[in-house]
């Protein structure tokens, strides 16, 4: 197992920066502490080896990434940015030595405008003081495509960003929005990771929380597009056991009773039926922590934790409903694995399929459901591939922001039909390639 980190110290980095960029850069990392490994964390990956960035920057302002990138232009660097670096593949730290990471450990404001009804978030917030998930950060997860269990009704992150202050390969601070350098707005949007420019700050436009209480409970996985108010997680897990969570999102009482009726008589056997009733905030913490026993005050206490653990995932997207053929064999296959392994479905269509596959950089429109694969266990590998093969057929996308090492068609699964002018796009802004890992949009 391989637990990605570096440690420097931001006065270490400020004292060496300056001569950084008068000279070619060496390592600074070390150091072994907990205290200072808890805010190092970079999902782990057993199959990729450690990997030790020359530099890790750690901003507090957008000038302070400016001369960050004129620093890796000077000494030849390649530049990472890093939200927060949840990250399967290790990417966070640039999957590989030598480059510069920018991470914003320390870029962390929010600031609302309730009379635009707009809230101003810097990169390195993570997702959970916005009440989304614990751990995640707002900046991979957004440019990523940044959906969620109430994407279905109030549209995916991305597509609620008003504008994003960027900071260039040529060190340019620009704001980017539908009206201010278009292209490299959409771009960011799906293709965001580290390949134009360093995103600082985000604008979101955000969305009132109802009045009433929403429905959390079992559901069952629809193949066709129920009401945009329900979203649901559908679990395959080890010896066949099958998981369906999700939420009714309105305020209507007798419209969330007839829907969770319709969805329950719909399931042929059932050993456990809960629903619970709880506001819109309660429901973020409910899934953010597995359950409803954090209180809703801790959202915003969240760190980053140190993972060290093994995981390994696979994605895709169902555009048309599996035969019955396929899931009776992700059903066998499930059924035979005795644990360390789950598939998860979760429910797409909706506000998610409102804008067109060109819209933006993400592609992933016209999908009934995403997919993710995952184990626990290295020695789960040959059954990961298994389903994966079994599967893939029926889903020749993947999500980006469930990132594969392995995945040799990434560039028509992650973009489809967009990656094209993506690179046209990345040889305006980048032509030096700057923003650069294995899985950024290239320059050809």
Request: aromatic share 10%; charged share 20%; glycine share 8%.
């Amino acid at each position: 197992m391989a637990i990605y980190w570096t440690v420097s110290t931001l006065r270490a980095i400020q004292m060496n920066r300056n001569i950084r960029c008068r000279v070619r850069m060496t390592n600074v990392h070390g150091g072994d502490q907990p205290a200072t490994l808890q805010c190092r964390k970079s999902f782990p990956n057993a199959l990729l080896s450690e990997v030790f960035p020359p530099v890790d920057d750690r901003p507090t302002h957008t000038q302070d990434v400016a001369l960050a990138v004129r620093c890796a232009n000077k000494s030849g660097l390649k530049v990472i940015a890093r939200s927060d670096g949840h990250d399967y593949e290790g990417y966070g730290l640039g999957g590989e030595d030598g480059k510069m990471v920018i991470d914003f450990v320390n870029m962390h404001k929010t600031q609302f405008d309730d009379n635009n009804r707009t809230v101003s978030v810097e990169a390195g917030q993570l997702a959970s003081h916005m009440v989304v998930s614990q751990e995640i950060g707002v900046g991979g997860h957004t440019l990523g495509g940044g959906y969620g269990l109430y994407s279905r009704l109030h549209r995916p992150k991305l597509d609620r960003v008003e504008s994003m202050e960027v900071v260039t390969a040529t060190r340019d601070v620009v704001v980017v929005s539908k009206d201010k350098n278009k292209d490299l707005f959409c771009a960011l949007l799906g293709a965001g990771h580290s390949s134009y420019g360093v995103v600082t700050r985000f604008q979101f436009r955000y969305f009132h929380a109802p009045t009433s209480d929403v429905l959390i409970g079992v559901q069952e996985w629809y193949a066709s597009n129920p009401a945009k108010e329900i979203t649901a997680i559908f679990h395959i897990l080890p010896g066949g056991s099958i998981r369906v969570s999700g939420t009714i999102l309105t305020g209507n009482t007798q419209k969330q009773a007839k829907l969770f009726r319709e969805i329950v008589d719909k399931l042929p056997w059932t050993t456990l039926i809960t629903n619970q009733k709880m506001s819109l905030p309660e429901s973020f913490l409910y899934f953010a922590s597995n359950g409803p026993n954090m209180a809703i005050d801790n959202l915003a206490k969240t760190q980053r934790r140190l993972v060290k653990s093994y995981y390994k995932a696979k994605s895709g997207y169902l555009v048309k409903p599996v035969t019955k053929e396929v899931a009776r064999k992700v059903y066998d296959i499930m059924s035979s694995i005795d644990g360390q392994a789950f598939i998860m479905f979760g429910m797409q269509e909706g506000q998610i399929g409102k804008h067109s596959a060109h819209a933006t950089s993400f592609v992933h429109r016209d999908t009934i459901s995403s997919i993710q694969i995952g184990v626990f266990n290295a020695t789960r590998l040959p059954w990961l591939h298994e389903i994966y093969n079994t599967l893939q057929p029926d889903f020749p996308k993947g999500y980006q922001n469930y990132i594969d090492h392995d995945e040799k068609g990434w560039k028509k699964a992650y973009y489809g039909d967009n990656f094209d002018r993506l690179v046209r796009i990345k040889n305006k802004y980048d032509l030096r390639n700057v923003f650069q890992f294995a899985r950024s949009i290239p320059l050809n």
